[in-house]
Each structure stands twice: as structure tokens, then as C-alpha cells.
């Protein structure tokens, strides 16, 4: 339990104050949050320090390739029900930013953290967390980040034999397969909607058979495993077949099984569902996403869409014809620089929508949509794109870095 003894030592006193000031220090200077900075100072004066700071809290990590900012939300959220909770809620999700989040928090009994994919096996030895939610696995930063297979051995190997309980995705087979490997495992039938990175078996290479929502490797038998929660409709199903009611102001499928996850992880900590999911519902919005924001006589709505599992899950929520949408696509270090992704996604699915094409690659995006067959225009900036729209509601959809501009041009 948090604050029974002071877990740090002199150096990590020092470390966590020379952290504190740069961080203001970079804030001061208009550079952003500063926890990227603050930390890696942090942790240069004292490598041990996440180990540290987490010593005293019960953490449970969260990672997944897409929905693990949320989810790390409605977690915090749940969790507050038993106690205090600190959490990396921007998103600074590597060593130097979740260093910074534990080290502004002295109370907390709870640590709810979001983890780079390629980070999870490093800082569970680090946190020892008491619970591992993982979500899902698929293609992203195609430029650098290891295939979804190579991460999936990275996390089997990283958590075999782990003493956390790991919370997994019975519907993804490379979740299933990392999470194997370890002895505590609850599944939840969270759904999978992008399925194009896992037609192999990631246990011996054979062609997965996918019969309705099941799935299974014909050659090693490697399969689905049953869950004990489950994504019903609007319901969570628990592991006593009690069906709670799900209330979030969270759009869409992919939100409600985030919920389904959360609500598992919760009930590890003896946090029941129904208290768990009313506490979700009070989550609109996270690090702007979803954010409904005035902006030129409009209201747009902020969309965060990163690789091709997240453009599909978010196709699904728009608001329908002719409703307006814009897509802004970048491609800096932050986004991954190689934009052969947008292949991979179905725009037809935009079909009867006005659609207006804005950011650093803009032109890659505007022959992807022509090969599409879809109307669009392509636009220099938020400003004009929005100029061109009807007012009321346009769905503005963006990956990462190409999200961080929109936020600071509309004022969120």
C-alpha cells in the first residue's frame, strides 16, 4: 500500500526534483508537457527510479497497438472507486514519460500506466505490475516498429511466467498467443474488426480458420481460447454470466470494448462492474479525442485514427452522408514515415460523404481516394477545409502528429 514508507532514497529525491524542474522548465518554454524531458533527466540520475516509484503502488499496465490511452482512462476512472490513482493520462507512454507521471504523485495506491508496445517487457520488470490489460496487436509505424509477430514473441517472452494477471483479447491470436505463456490469464471476448494481420497461425505459421467469430490454426491446433467476460451489444457479460449495462459517452464499438477490458481489470482489484462502468461514463474525452470542438461557426469532431485497425473502427462511428469529413494524414518520425498503410484501408466506406484532404501528405492520401472512386477535395490547411463545409457537424479524422496540429489550430 502506497504511503506506508518512503520508498525513495536520496538520490531518487534528487533525480525526482532535477526531473520536476526541467520539465517546467520546458513547459515554460512552450515545448510541451515536459514529462519526456523531465523523465529522461530523472532517470539518468537514477536508472532504478520507475522501479522506485512504483514500489509502493499497485500498477496495472496497459498495451495494445490501438484504444490503450482510453482504456488506460477508463481504468483510472474505475479504480478511483478503491483509492487514489496516478496515471501517464497524455500518453507519454515510454520509460522517460511514465517515470514523470509516477514522480508527480506521492499518494496514489493505484498506478494505472499506458506502455509502448515495444516498452511492456521492460517496464513490467520495472513496475511488477499487479495486472497486464492487452488489447490487441496490429501493424503500425510500418518504418519502425517490429512486425506485429516479432512484437507478439517480444511480449510471450517478456511476460512468460509473469505473476500479474493478465487481462487479454480472446479475439486477437497474437494477443492470445503473447498472453499464453503466462500462468494467470482472464480472457475477454472483446472483438476484433481488423483481421488482416493475423490469417497465420503466430504459433507455427499455418492458415488460421476463422468460422464466424471464431478462430482457430488447422495444422497445431492452436485456437480461441473461452473467455469469461465478454462484449455483448451494450452489455458486459462477467465471468457469473450477469449481464451490466454499459453507459459511456465514448462513441462506437471499439469504446464499449475498452470498457469490457476495463470492467475485467477493475473486478482483479474488487472493484464490481457495475460501479466500474457507471464510473466510465463519466470519461468524454480523452486527450481531446471524441472532443466536439467551435470552430469557424462549425462543430467538428476530433477523431484520432493512426494505422488501418484504427481508420476502420472509426469509419464505423461517423456520423453518416452527407455529413463532412476531413482526413489529415502526416508522416513524421512521431507518425511512422511510411504512408503504404493507407493501402491497406478501405475509404470506400466514405462513399457519399464530402471529403476534404489536408496534411503533410495529403497527396498520397488524395491518390489513395482516387483509386477509391471517391469525391474529395484536396484543401492547404483546417481553415479552408472547414470554409468549404456546410456548418454544423464535419468528422475530422487525423493520425498523430497531423491530430496534435488540428488540437492546437481549433483551440482544444
Not at 142 to 152: I, N, Q, S, V, W
Not at 156 to 181: C, F, T
Not at 210 to 215: H, K, L, N
Request: hydrophobic fraction near 45%; proline fraction near 6%.
Amino acid at each position: 500500500m502506497a504511503g506506508n514508507s518512503d520508498p525513495l532514497t536520496p538520490r531518487a529525491k534528487i533525480a525526482v526534483t532535477a526531473g520536476k524542474a526541467v520539465a517546467a522548465a520546458s513547459r515554460a518554454a512552450g515545448r510541451g508537457s515536459g514529462s519526456v524531458i523531465g523523465g529522461r533527466v530523472a532517470l539518468k540520475l537514477d536508472p532504478d527510479l520507475l522501479a522506485r516509484l512504483a514500489q509502493n503502488l499497485d500498477v496495472t499496465l496497459v498495451s495494445a497497438t490501438n484504444g490503450k490511452t482510453t482504456t488506460t482512462r477508463l481504468i483510472a476512472e474505475a479504480l478511483r472507486a478503491a483509492g487514489p490513482v496516478v496515471s501517464n493520462a497524455l500518453g507519454a507512454n515510454m520509460p522517460a514519460g511514465i517515470t514523470s507521471a509516477l514522480a508527480g504523485s506521492s499518494d496514489a495506491r493505484f498506478g494505472v500506466i499506458e506502455v509502448d508496445e515495444k516498452y511492456l517487457a521492460g517496464v513490467a520488470r520495472d513496475t511488477d505490475p499487479k495486472c497486464i490489460a492487452l488489447l490487441n496487436l496490429s501493424r503500425d509505424q510500418l518504418d519502425r516498429a517490429a512486425e506485429t509477430r516479432m512484437l507478439a514473441e517480444n511480449w510471450r517472452e517478456g511476460l512468460a511466467g509473469s505473476k500479474a494477471v493478465i487481462v487479454a483479447n480472446a479475439d486477437d491470436p497474437l494477443v492470445v498467443w503473447a498472453a499464453s505463456s503466462s500462468p494467470n490469464v482472464i480472457w475477454v471476448a472483446a472483438g476484433q474488426m481488423w483481421k488482416d494481420d493475423a490469417w497465420s497461425c503466430p504459433s507455427c505459421g499455418g492458415v488460421m480458420q476463422r468460422p464466424g467469430d471464431d478462430w482457430f490454426c488447422g495444422e497445431c491446433g492452436f485456437r480461441r481460447p473461452t473467455p469469461s467476460w465478454a462484449l455483448s451489444g451494450d452489455h458486459v457479460l462477467d465471468p457469473h454470466g450477469s449481464a451490466w449495462p454499459i453507459h459511456l459517452q465514448l462513441p462506437g464499438r471499439a469504446n464499449k470494448a475498452n470498457a469490457a477490458s476495463s470492467a475485467a481489470v477493475a473486478a482483479v482489484f474488487g472493484v464490481p462492474p457495475q460501479v466500474a462502468l457507471e464510473r466510465m461514463y463519466q470519461v468524454q474525452a480523452v486527450a481531446g479525442r471524441y472532443d466536439v470542438v467551435q470552430f469557424m461557426e462549425r462543430d467538428l469532431r476530433l477523431l484520432l485514427a493512426k494505422n488501418p485497425a484504427g481508420w476502420l473502427e472509426t469509419f464505423s462511428l461517423i456520423d453518416p452522408p452527407p455529413t463532412p469529413v476531413i482526413l489529415s494524414v502526416n508522416a513524421r518520425g512521431a507518425d511512422g514515415t511510411d504512408t503504404s498503410w493507407l493501402w491497406d484501408v478501405d475509404y470506400t466506406r466514405l462513399t457519399g460523404h464530402p471529403i476534404c484532404v489536408i496534411g503533410d501528405r495529403k497527396l498520397d492520401l488524395a491518390v489513395r481516394l482516387e483509386v477509391a472512386n471517391q469525391h474529395f477535395q484536396v484543401c492547404e490547411n483546417i481553415d479552408q477545409a472547414v470554409q468549404m463545409s456546410p456548418p454544423g457537424r464535419i468528422e475530422v479524422i487525423a493520425n498523430y502528429t497531423a491530430f496534435q496540429d488540428l488540437r492546437r489550430r481549433v483551440g482544444n
